[in-house]
Each structure stands twice: as C-alpha cells, then as structure tokens.
C-alpha cells in the first residue's frame, strides 16, 4: 500500500512540476503557443495537486486516496495505450501503461484491502 501511495505522489509531484514548467514557458515566450503553454499549467497544476494529495492520504492510510488513485492511473493507462499505439511512441507509451498496471495492482491487492480495511492500520 504504501508503494503504491508513494508512486501516487509521485505521479502528483510530476504533475504540478510540469505544470510549473509549462508556466513559465508560457512567461518567458519559450512555449510554441503562450496560450497552449498556459492551459496546459491551469490544468496540470491542480489536478496534480489532487493527485499529490491523494497519494500522501494512501500514505496515511485514508481510504479516498485509493479512489484518487485508481482513476489517476485508469486514466495514464488509457494515455499510454494512445501514446503507444495511436500515436506510434511505443518507447513512451509502453512505461506509462506498466506504471498503470502496476500502481493499481498493488492498489487492489489482498494485503491494500486488508490495510484499508484497518487490519493493519497502527494506532
């Protein structure tokens, strides 16, 4: 459970610095399109915010960090099938659709739903 939270927050971490990049590409008339560069940090920041939030409660053993995380990871699996496939970029998309897998094999794994559950929660 807690590799799985870890990897969770992970995802979040890389999220907002991404978002943090895209903005000053934006500023600093680096970007291609200002505004795309803009929309994108919008985007990115919050939502990996969210991501990084749900990650630290899957941690902390708080049970809607799991919902969190499964979508966030739903969702990259579906971003690396079109990464991988529909775009042509195997060598990106493959990592991305193993982290998925992963992620939320060990968020669905007997000893998480235990843990979840508070069977091993410490108190």
């Known amino acids: ?3 799985a939270g870890a990897i969770v927050a992970i995802e979040g971490v890389v999220a907002v610095v991404w978002g943090v990049v895209e903005l000053v590409r934006g500023l600093t008339g680096a970007a291609e399109s200002a505004r ?3 929309g994108m940090a919008f985007w990115f920041i919050p939502l990996g915010a969210a ?8 941690l902390k053993g708080r049970r809607w960090g799991r919902t969190v995380g499964v979508l966030t990871n739903v969702l990259l699996g579906f ?15 493959v990592p991305i659709i193993l982290l998925a897998v992963v992620v939320l094999a060990l968020m669905f794994s ?14």
């Open 1 to 3: 459970m807690r590799a």
């Open 36 to 38: 795309g560069a803009y």
């Open 51 to 58: 991501v990084l939030a749900g990650g630290i409660a899957l």
């Open 79 to 93: 971003t690396g099938i079109s990464g991988a496939f529909a775009q042509g970029r195997p060598e990106i998309g």
């Open 110 to 123: 007997p000893q998480t739903v235990a843990w979840l559950d508070g069977e091993y929660r410490r108190d």
